[in-house]
């Protein structure tokens, strides 16, 4: 019999189609949907609820599952620390936990991934567990990039890799060489919500699109949790900010629900396209 993938769930769209994929390919799934970021669409999938600081209760319920592999996915606000309801191990942890989360979000993740694996546990990143969401290199979607876009692009993913060492965010838009946005807490919707904001002299419009959102894992990120990742909405949003395109690391980066992103990329003008590390050296 095969062992159910574990999905340790947030919200959004990435788990939804990770819990879909692993069903559909008869592994089947157990879905810890975390408390106060429950995913309604994952209601349906076996699984339970369980709380941010009940490490040893996700751990007991995944080992009762017989689950080996274990994903987390999703979209997780940091809590407050104070806060959480913990358990014996969460509390055993927590120090720990703390500790490191002074030092960023990536420090915070390989805490987490290291406690799950020194419990037998195989972590797994989100694009082993759905093969399909995985960026692939070249033009995906959309117009060809010009010289001019290639440029921005290039330059949007050295900021990218800049502020990502820092731990900073995965994202940068670039227009003709000046950085617009860097990513931070904000996240990438709403850096694009502010370049739509900025005024046109320093940004494309819908009738002469300029400029890229380029997006790429840090440079020392824990890649089996948070890749970058993409949808139809963070299309729709380059495409409302005046953008040329939206470029992302060539196997570094999730694309949920393709065929609808590319569609809207192709409707809307915009481009979208895997660059390969090598091209934004």
């Known amino acids: 019999m095969t062992a159910p993938l574990g999905l340790i769930a947030g919200l959004g769209e990435l788990p939804v189609a990770i819990a879909s994929n692993a069903?559909?390919?008869?592994?089947?799934?157990?879905?810890?949907?975390?408390?106060?970021?429950?995913?309604?669409?994952?209601?349906?999938?076996?699984?339970?609820v369980v709380g941010l600081g009940e490490i040893g209760g996700v751990i007991d319920r995944l080992k009762s599952a017989g689950c080996k592999d274990v994903v987390f996915a999703g979209i997780v606000k940091r809590p407050n620390f104070k806060d959480l309801k913990l358990d014996m191990r969460g509390a055993m942890l927590l120090p720990k936990v703390v500790s490191e989360a002074r030092k960023g979000d990536d420090a915070l993740l390989k805490v987490l991934v290291a406690e799950f694996e020194k419990h037998g546990f195989n972590v797994i990143g989100s694009e082993e567990a759905n093969k399909t969401l995985l960026a692939p290199a070249g033009l995906i979607a959309g117009p060809s990039p010009t010289d001019v876009n290639m440029a921005d692009i290039r330059h949007a993913a050295k900021v990218a890799a800049a502020t990502g060492a820092l731990d900073i965010g995965?994202?940068?838009?670039?227009?003709?060489?000046?950085?617009?946005?860097?990513?931070?807490?904000?996240?990438?919707?709403?850096?694009?919500?502010?370049?739509?904001?900025?005024?046109?002299?320093?940004?494309?419009?819908?009738?002469?699109?300029?400029?890229v959102l380029a997006k790429r894992p840090k440079p020392e990120q824990e890649r089996r949790i948070d890749l970058p990742t993409t949808g139809v909405s963070t299309v729709e949003l380059v495409a409302a900010a005046g953008?040329?395109?939206?470029?992302?690391?060539?196997?570094?980066?999730?694309?949920?629900?393709?065929?609808?992103?590319?569609?809207?990329?192709?409707?809307?003008?915009?481009?979208?396209?895997?660059?390969?590390?090598?091209?934004?050296?």
């Open 23 to 48: 069903v559909a390919s008869g592994q089947g799934v157990y879905v810890l949907r975390l408390k106060g970021f429950e995913e309604p669409a994952l209601a349906e999938y076996p699984g339970d």
């Open 170 to 211: 995965q994202g940068c838009v670039v227009c003709d060489g000046l950085v617009l946005a860097v990513e931070a807490q904000e996240g990438t919707d709403e850096m694009l919500r502010r370049c739509a904001t900025l005024p046109e002299a320093i940004r494309g419009t819908s009738g002469a699109r300029r400029g």
């Open 243 to 281: 953008l040329a395109g939206l470029a992302v690391e060539a196997g570094g980066a999730l694309l949920l629900r393709r065929a609808e992103m590319e569609a809207a990329a192709d409707q809307l003008g915009v481009f979208i396209y895997g660059f390969s590390p090598d091209e934004a050296s």
